[in-house]
């Protein structure tokens, strides 16, 4: 019961944030081909190792993008350093309602974005809070309960494959056109 209050409070803490964002309102729908800068926002594999999220940045930089990965280990303590491009963060980097503490997301609200694209699969709060926190034009996520959470939802049906999620988000994003 108690875990359930701290859920409850927490979502309603991420729907204030929602409110106060006014990007996701101004369909800031682009091709990927015109974005400069990508935030990749995810859970982080048990063994922090995470090679499917490097290979995901590393696609993105082979065409030409500035690639920033953000993933949530959900453990108290995290083993591997902390990179400016790839920050992992752990429970101890949570507050009591199990949201980012103020400096966590201090050094979020610091970086400036094109694009956030969230390959949680897992519907967690904790990169919800942080998608609802960022100031890029267009935000991208699979479909969620919180539909103002991004202005670019898929839906993948019943697979919760990040891969495949990555793979249909390159698909649409490239096939946006813009008129000249």
């Known amino acids: 019961m108690f875990a359930n209050f701290k859920k409850y409070i927490a979502k309603k803490i991420i729907l204030k944030e929602i409110e106060k964002q006014t990007s996701i309102h101004s369909y800031g729908f682009c091709p990927l ?12 594999d048990e063994d922090e190792k995470n090679q499917e999220l490097h290979a995901f940045k590393e696609q993105l930089k082979a065409e030409g993008k500035k690639v ?3 993933a949530f280990a959900n453990k108290k303590e995290i083993l591997s350093p902390i990179f400016p491009e790839f920050r992992l963060f752990s429970l101890s980097d949570l507050s009591w309602f199990g949201l980012p503490k103020r400096e966590l997301v201090d050094q979020f609200e610091a970086i400036e974005t094109d694009l956030v694209i969230s390959l949680d699969m897992n519907d967690s709060l ?10 890029a034009k267009m935000k991208v996520s699979k479909e969620k309960g919180m539909k103002q959470l991004a202005n670019f939802m898929l ?6 494959n990040r891969k495949y999620f990555f793979e249909q988000v390159l698909f649409y994003l490239n096939s946006i ?3 000249n």
Do not use: C, R, Y
């Open 33 to 44: 081909s015109s974005v400069k800068t990508v935030l990749l926002l995810a859970e982080s």
């Open 68 to 70: 920033i990965v953000w």
């Open 126 to 135: 904790v990169l919800d809070f942080l998608l609802a926190k960022s100031k």
């Open 155 to 160: 839906s993948i049906g019943k697979d919760d």
């Open 177 to 179: 056109q813009t008129k």
